[in-house]
């Protein structure tokens, strides 16, 4: 079974940067599916930040967040970053990492096992 393991938040003021931290571990020695990093704040539907379908190596970023946000990964174990720059207050939320499968790109991605959250603060 796939478990995932988030951290890294904390409080940044604005134009800070973080970089948050998601570990995939599971019975093959490398994770080839989807990662995708959520965000849910209060009062708010969860939605998708950013992704990754590692097999096809392509990528996904919201709009709200493109050019701000990127995500890297360890080559040598199995642990994704998602380092955000210039962060903005309603960027304050939970954020969860997600594992998940596709065949086809990253947008066919779906999450099936989901990280606790690591929370993020964005304030002055």
């Known amino acids: 079974q796939v478990h995932v393991t988030e951290s890294g938040g904390g409080s940044v003021q604005p134009g800070g940067s973080l970089k948050l931290s998601c570990s995939v571990s599971?019975?093959?020695?490398?994770?080839?599916?989807?990662v995708g990093w959520f965000r849910q704040a209060p009062g708010k539907e969860r939605e998708l930040v950013a992704s990754?379908?590692?097999?096809?190596?392509?990528?996904y970023y919201d709009d709200s967040v493109k050019d701000r946000f990127h995500i890297s990964q360890d080559k040598y174990v199995d642990t994704l970053y998602l380092q955000m720059d210039n962060l903005k207050s309603e960027d304050t939320s939970t954020y969860i990492c997600?594992?998940?499968?596709?065949?086809?790109?990253?947008?066919?991605?779906?999450?099936?096992?989901w990280g606790q959250g690591t929370l993020v603060t964005v304030s002055s």
């Open positions: 997600a594992a998940g499968d596709s065949h086809w790109s990253v947008q066919e991605c779906k999450f099936d096992t």
């Open positions: 990754i379908w590692i097999g096809g190596g392509s990528f």
């Open positions: 599971g019975p093959s020695l490398m994770f080839r599916g989807c």
